[in-house]
């Protein structure tokens, strides 16, 4: 017995359908982004004990260490992971510091609640100042989009001194 296009068409259509279900449940979900406030925001030179900001004679040419802190707001119920902060930095006449550079750093995995975090800046030196911000936000998603740091990894003294707190 000879089987009509209809059938056909029916087996082709279970089949893909049997796909797109597999392919569901093995797939990682897609991870969601999320923005996240951001609050009490300073901007200073890194501490003279900060190996970023480095001895006058050691400091590559070109370049001053600067560090912008603040506070991040997660109001979900869920870690918020590979956080990334934007803003806007500027010298004393309006001019941005960073060109072409809205993303200043990442601030890892931000839990829920109001979390303190700093970031390092390399400014070009001469930079007339003081530096101020703009348009400062912070955007994370609700997976990893990153390869994440391992547990023997060393912190750098400016995120040493948020991780003992």
Known sequence: MELGPRHELAKWLARLLALIVIGALVLPAPAWAADLQVSELSIEPCPAEDIGAQPELRRPAGASCYALRGSVVN????????????????DSSGEPVLQNRTRVGSIGDVPPGTSAFALRLSVPAGTPGPLSFRNVKARGFSAPVRTRAGVDDELLPLEQALADQ
């Open 75 to 90: 109001p979900t119920r869920k870690t918020v992971v590979d956080t990334d902060v934007f803003a806007l930095i500027v």
